[in-house]
Each structure stands twice: as C-alpha cells, then as structure tokens.
C-alpha cells in the first residue's frame, strides 16, 4: 500500500523532471546534442591521433589497442564519478532555495512535497533521470569510438562481465555518494557553494589515481595502496581484461567481490548515515 | 457549537537558531573556497542565538472556521503556519491537523492542508519563462490531480484570460493572484494563507475576500488567515487570534475583546438648539464616559463622545435634547474597529520580556552555514 503510493508519486516526479526537459527540447535538439556529439568527437580524435603520434609509424596495431584502452576510460569515468557527486547534488537541489517576500525560505522540496511527492521518492526521481542521462553520455562514447574511430574491442570480449562490472562500480561510487552527501550541511546556507569540495576531491584523485588513463602498475609502489581505495581501479582493470582481452567471468571474481563487498558497506554506511544526520539536522539542530 | 476539530495546537514552541556575526569573515576565493570560508567562519566571532518564534502557543480551529492570525512584525505568524503546514517542525509541543500529527505523520499532511503562501511561492512554484497555465498543469500533474482543477483555480482568481502569457509579463497584482492559484486547485479542509492578497488590487481583493468566505460556510473548510490588513480580517474572521512575540495574547471574537478590553464606543450627535449650547454640552458630557469634541457652528451643537453602552447614551440623548426643546439632526455611533481593538491588546503587552536567549557558547559549531535565512 504504502510502496505502491510511492511508486505513484515516483511516476508523477519522474514526469516532471522529463516535462521540464521537455520545455528545453528545442535548446536539446539545437545547441546541447549537436555540442555534445561535437564534444565527444573531438575528444576522441584528440585521443586518436595522439595514440597514433606517441606509437609511431611503426607500431601497428599497438596505437589500435591504446585507443581502445583510453576510450574504456573516459567512456566510464564520468557515469562512476556522477554516482559520486549526485546525492550531495540531489540534497543540495532539494534543500537550497532564495529568500522570498515575507521573509520566507522556498526550497523545492517545498514544491514536491505540497505536491504530495515525499524528499526521497523527488531525489530518487531526480537521480534515476540523471543516471539514464549519463548512460545515453557513455552509450554515445562507445558509439561513436566504435563506428567513427573504428575501435575494436577483442575478438572474445565479455561484454555481460563487462557490464556486471560497471554495475558494481556504479553501486560502489553511489555508495561513496551517500556517505559525501552528508557534507552538505556544512555548506547548506551558502548559496555561492557550487562545487562540493569534498565530492570533487574524490572524483578528481578517483580519475585519475583510479587508472582511467594508464594502468596502475606504471604508478610508484607507495601510490598504489591508496589507488586501490577508490572502486574505479576495480571497474577499470575488470573492464579492459573483460572487452580487450575477453576474460571470463572466472577471471573477473577478483574485481567483482571487491566491487560488491565495496559497494554493499558503502551504500550501507551511507544510506545511514544520510539518514541519521539529516534527521539531526532538521530535528535537533534546528537547522531547516 | 459542537463541530469537529480541524487543527489543534498545544503548547508549541519553536525555536531557531542562528549565529550573530561580530568579528572578521574572510572574503570567499576560488577553488577549495568552501573549505576555506568554513574554516573562516570558525575563526570569526560566533554568538549563537537562539530565538523562540513561538512559545507555548495553544488554541483549536473548528470546521468552517475563519480564524485571523494577526500579530506586529516577527510574532510568529508566519512561522505557525509553516508549523501547521508541515513546512517546518516543532521544536515541542503537539499539532494535528483533522487528526494527523503534523511530526509523526508529516508525509500524510499534505492532503488535508492547502497553503498559500501568497506572493512568496511564486519563485518556487513557477517557471518565469513558461505561460500561466503551464505552470500549474505542472503542479497539478505532480500532486496527481485532474486538469479541470487548473481551470477552476484559474477562473477563481480571475486570470483565465492571462492564461496563456508567461508568468515574467505579469504585473505584480496577478502574480499574486497566480500564487494563490496554486493553492486553490487543492482542496482539503485546512487553508493556511498568510498574507495572501498582498498586492491584490481592491476589485479583485474584495472577490477573492468571499471567495474565503465561502470556503468556509459553503464548503466546511476551515481557514487560518494571517495578515497585518486589519479590514480584511475584520471582513472574513469570525474569530482572531493575536500573537505578540511568539505568544497568544487574545483568542476570541473582535467584539468579544472588545468588551474584554472595555474599549469605549464613540458617538457623535448634531443638534439645532433651542437652548444653551454650553448647558446641553455639559448634561450630555455628563452622561458619557469622555468628551471627545465639542464644537458650536452658529446654532448647530456637534458633539462626540466615547461611551461603553451607546444604547443608553443615545436613548438619555434623545430624551434630553426634546426636554430642552431642540432638535436632533443626526445621530452615528461607531463600534470599536479590529484595530481598535489590535492596537489596545498590543499597548497591553508591550512590557513583554525579552525573548532571545543567548545559549552558552561552544556548544554546536559544527554546522557554521546558518546565519540568517530558514
Ligand atoms: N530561519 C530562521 N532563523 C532564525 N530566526 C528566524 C527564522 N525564521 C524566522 N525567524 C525569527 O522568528 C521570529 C518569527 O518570525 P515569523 O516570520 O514567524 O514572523 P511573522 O509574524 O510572520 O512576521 P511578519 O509579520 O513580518 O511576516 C522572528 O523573530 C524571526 O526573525
Ligand atoms: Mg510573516
């Protein structure tokens, strides 16, 4: 009973968020899906003809390979990194809000709740219509990388470990989310705040400690320990042995049990955590 | 009366808090700024304060009630409402609303209230660059209700012919009556409006006045209406409650505290006289409980005085000036306004204590963000 007025105000969140995507149909169609298709080419061509220059004339095949390795990378990275920054971004959308006349303080989860609609089932919408954003990104990655740039991914690849394991990692980072999110209080009456430092100092040191670019061996052996702390060294090592060398599932047990041991303590602490401090915060603290 | 209860209020108290900046905050920079300013504000001079909005602030609302919250600048209106409305919580104290507890069952409390907060929702509720009727479509279909709901809301606040312009065109009058708009395509037995109307020219205010009015007695809706606009409560409150400094210090009719107060009735008498002005003047003064004017235009007697029964005032008035042979022109008694009566409760008060409590320092540094805003 409960679940199922849940899932209804869910739909009707969900709904929302598309209608006012919606509006911006025209600005998607004219100005942000042609930019971003640019965007992600010229990317890749850079990376493309870089790999060509640093291999050589010689090395044929090997700039092919490095290509396909590079785009894995940055093909990923920004799906892993948006499970890390959206649930402070969901707490600081919903939470944030202008002084308006009558002295009074309109944050919008005001708006979802007058509405009927619960904080949580409006961040959860809120963050299931990011996550299929950010899919359709990394879906035109690898689009594009495959049938523009010519990338090809081994002959055996394992695209279902493949996937598995970008799942995890996502479930890792998001469970990284939670437990940053609850930084936001810190910062809850600063509206020139735009960046969660916190957030941006995981993602940052994740992207590029994790290995999006190189493989962690190249890294001084004191560095490594604390590469292997951030669940993208997992997802990327699984994911090239996986497409790149079609390593079975067998193969990938090493990196999926950390990613789910990774992801089952991190969405656990941080779900309750988020719960706990919130609660503090609007209860005890007085602070909403 | 024996009518249900639709919102009760007992012993609330709410309290902010916030901290009085006095010493040095550094200005913010780029980059890791944030770790920076936080750190700032920890070195800058902090006192935290606490501020009772309301204090142990009780009373009941009945079906189809109109109930005024009045009250000067910063009492506490605002704040009840948003208590009521679930917007805010109570730091102690029980409130339910048509039996929801407004903590306990906070998710459920939207649909038993409506609240228009008047012009202050519209930055929330709407989209500038999108028309009228858009907007509220969007609000409509995220609380699940039927389109003719946005119709009718439109039609109430007489902005159907606006409907189709963007909400930045609108002049500030009908915004506020879009803002109210929102409110109206929910219907629920509990309206929370503080200060609606603001900015309403009269035509359409005096509509939108019955328009709670019927709220009420044709619909059984309850309504709690917070206002400074003494002539509005006047019109559409059978009942006022007066806060003063986070307090209820009147719950009742206007008349009622009227009475309570022994506010004084004015009457004003005109009489052609047959006889000496200066005797007249004195018998009638005499009888009343102040003069308040005596003025003599050639042989015109115009007087006003300030009386607690002008029933018999007048009926010792008209038999008095007969006697004398003269003759009455004009007789006008006023009663008491809600104005009166708002500004003699509030004389009463003035002597009321402090009300910020300074707390102990060192307590709750850690969340520094919170200075001013809600
Ligand atoms: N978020 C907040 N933080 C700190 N103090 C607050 C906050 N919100 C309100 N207050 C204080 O609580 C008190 C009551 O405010 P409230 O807005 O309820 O008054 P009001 O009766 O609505 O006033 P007005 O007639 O001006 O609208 C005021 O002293 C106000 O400064
Ligand atoms: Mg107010």
Redesign the interface.
Same mark, same amino acid.
């Given at each position: 009973m409960r679940w199922g007025s849940y899932l209804?105000a869910f739909a009707?969140?969900f709904?929302?968020s598309l209608?006012?995507y919606t509006?911006e149909v025209y600005v998607w169609w004219f100005a942000y899906l042609p930019t971003e298709l640019l965007n992600i080419a010229l990317g890749l061509a850079s990376w493309y003809y870089y790999t060509r220059f640093v291999v050589g004339p010689s090395g044929a095949g090997r700039a092919e390979w490095f290509f396909s390795y590079i785009l894995l990378g940055i093909a990923i990275v920004p799906l892993l990194n948006m499970g890390v920054e959206q649930p402070e971004m969901a707490l600081r959308s919903l939470y944030r809000?202008?002084?308006?006349? @009558?002295?009074?303080?309109?944050?919008?989860w005001?708006?979802?709740?007058?509405? @009927?609609?619960?904080r949580g089932v409006a961040a959860v919408s809120g963050f299931v219509f990011s996550l299929l954003q950010f899919l359709v990104r990394a879906a035109l990655y690898l689009a594009l990388g495959v049938y523009l740039f010519g990338v090809e991914l081994g002959p055996s690849a394992n695209y279902a470990g493949a996937a598995l394991i970008c799942a995890l990692g996502f479930l890792a980072c998001l469970g990284v989310g939670l437990v940053l999110a609850n930084t936001f209080?810190?910062?809850?009456?600063?509206e020139?705040?735009h960046?969660?430092?916190f957030t941006w100092l995981f993602t940052t040191a994740a992207t590029v400690l994790g290995g999006t670019y190189f493989p962690l061996e190249v890294l001084p052996a004191w560095l490594r320990p604390l590469s292997y702390a951030f669940p993208h060294a997992y997802v990327f090592e699984g994911l090239r042995k996986a497409l790149l060398r079609g390593a079975p599932l067998e193969a990938l047990s090493r990196e999926l049990l950390a990613l789910t041991a990774y992801a089952a303590v991190a969405i656990l602490l941080g779900a309750l955590l988020l719960r706990e401090i919130e609660r503090y915060?609007?209860?005890k603290?007085?602070?909403? | 009366m024996g009518r249900a209860e639709v919102a009760v209020a007992e012993k609330l108290v709410k309290e902010y808090e916030s901290y009085e900046i006095t010493g040095f905050v550094p200005m913010t920079g780029f980059g890791l700024y944030a770790l920076f300013t936080v750190l700032g504000e920890k070195l800058g001079k902090y006192e935290r304060r606490v501020v009772r909005a309301l204090d142990g602030v009780s009373f009941t609302v009945r079906e189809g009630e109109v109930v005024g919250v009045l009250g000067p600048n910063g009492s506490g209106k605002t704040t009840l409402l948003k208590i009521l409305a679930g917007l805010t919580m109570p730091t102690r104290g029980r409130a339910e609303v048509a039996g929801l507890d407004v903590v306990k069952d906070h998710e459920r409390l939207p649909r038993v209230i409506t609240y228009i907060p008047g012009l202050a929702a519209i930055s929330l509720f709407a989209r500038p660059e999108m028309t009228v009727e858009w907007n509220l479509r969007r609000f409509a279909d995220l609380a699940g209700l039927p389109r003719e709901a946005v119709r009718e809301a439109l039609e109430l606040v007489e902005l159907v012919e606006d409907a189709h312009r963007r909400v930045y065109e609108l002049s500030t009058g009908k915004l506020a009556r879009l803002a109210i708009a929102f409110g109206l395509v929910k219907r629920s037995p509990l309206y929370l409006m503080d200060e609606p109307f603001t900015g309403v020219s009269p035509e359409v205010k005096v509509k939108l006045l019955e328009l709670v009015k019927w709220l009420a007695s044709e619909q059984g809706s309850s309504v709690l209406y917070a206002t400074h606009i003494l002539s509005e409560a006047e019109q559409v409150c059978s009942r006022v409650i007066v806060l003063h400094q986070g307090r209820v210090i009147a719950d009742d009719t206007p008349r009622n505290l009227a009475k309570e107060l022994e506010l004084m009735e004015s009457v004003d008498v005109e009489v052609r006289l047959a006889e000496e002005a200066e005797k007249l003047a004195r018998d009638l003064a005499e009888r009343a409980d102040r003069a308040l004017k005596v003025e003599v235009e050639g042989d015109v007697l115009k007087l006003t005085v300030a009386v607690r029964s002008s029933r018999d005032f007048v009926q010792y008035a008209v038999e008095r000036v007969h006697a004398g042979g003269s003759k009455l022109l004009y007789v006008r008694v006023r009663e008491p306004t809600l104005e009166d009566v708002y500004l003699a409760l509030l004389s009463k008060h003035k002597a009321a204590e402090e009300k910020v409590v300074v707390a102990p320092p060192g307590v709750c540094y850690i969340f520094t963000g919170g200075v001013g805003g809600g």
């Open positions: 209804r009707r969140s709904k929302r209608k006012d509006v809000g202008q002084v308006s006349t @009558g002295g009074f303080r309109v944050p919008l005001a708006y979802y709740y007058l509405a @009927g609609v619960p209080w810190l910062f809850i009456y600063r020139d705040v960046v969660n430092p915060v609007v209860y603290a007085r602070k909403v | -």
